[in-house]
């Protein structure tokens, strides 16, 4: 298996653009999760789905920030304007509804916002 | 307002020695605890996790140990090797597939 996926890598845009961040996650697994990770707060949940249904969006900062997930094997988090402080790496996960839960990560996406 | 902490961001840690790594939490509601590691540049990667019925689970050369009555959660490598150089996240949930991370600690591991 591929693992999930995450494009792009890296990112580099100006302040007041807007920044989409895409997620496949792995075949089968039907719960998603973004996370932000920053040096101050570490890694952050911004919001999780279920049968690309979103579940929790508590931790979503602000109306800037969306996400969606029209199908099982895609997702994106989009930052409409992006600003500065929204500089972090930003982590995709996905699991199944199993007890154990292990969330598996992609390798996250670099976000520079100048 | 942080409801997982960990203490210290980094250690060193001579190889073959043991490391110890240390998470405190806030909420007695929490049953479901896990550690992670983070090579640079990777995703974090799942090592092991420990429900609230336990107080101790091994798995090789890991081992976490869970102390509820003090919210205190820690993870023993030994022996400790250069490869284990990396950050460390704990995790915590109450039920749910949400989990609260800690800011993480950064293992040095010294050949």
């Known amino acids: 298996d591929a693992g999930v996926i995450q494009s792009p890598r890296h990112e580099v845009t100006e302040m007041g653009q807007e920044v989409t961040l895409r997620c496949k996650p792995i075949s089968g697994h039907d719960y998603l999760f973004w996370y932000r990770q920053t040096m101050m707060r570490g890694l952050e949940l911004l919001i999780y789905?279920?049968?690309?249904?979103?579940?929790?969006d508590s931790g979503m900062p602000e109306d800037r920030f969306s996400a969606k997930m029209p199908n099982a094997s895609f997702s994106t988090l989009k930052i409409q304007p992006s600003e500065p402080r929204d500089s972090a790496v930003y982590f995709c996960?996905?699991?199944?509804?199993?007890?154990?839960?292990?969330?598996?990560f992609g390798p996250g996406t670099r976000l520079t916002v100048l | 307002d942080q409801q997982v902490k960990q203490n210290s961001p980094s250690l060193s840690v001579q190889e073959g020695r043991i490391s110890i790594l240390n998470c405190d939490y806030t909420n007695s509601m929490f049953d479901y605890f896990l550690w992670y590691k983070k090579y640079p540049a990777e995703g974090p990667t799942f090592l092991i996790s420990i429900s609230s019925i336990k107080d101790k689970n091994e798995d090789g050369r890991f081992t976490v140990f869970l102390n509820k009555s003090a919210k205190h959660l820690s993870l023993h490598i030994v022996p400790s090797q250069p490869g284990d150089s990396a950050v460390y996240f704990c995790?915590?949930?109450?039920?749910?597939?949400?989990?609260?991370f800690g800011t993480g600690t950064r293992l040095k591991v010294l050949a």
């Open positions: 789905f279920n049968n690309n249904v979103p579940i929790d």
């Open positions: 996960a996905s699991t199944t509804g199993t007890m154990s839960g292990t969330q598996y």
């Open positions: 995790a915590v949930s109450s039920g749910t597939y949400k989990y609260i």
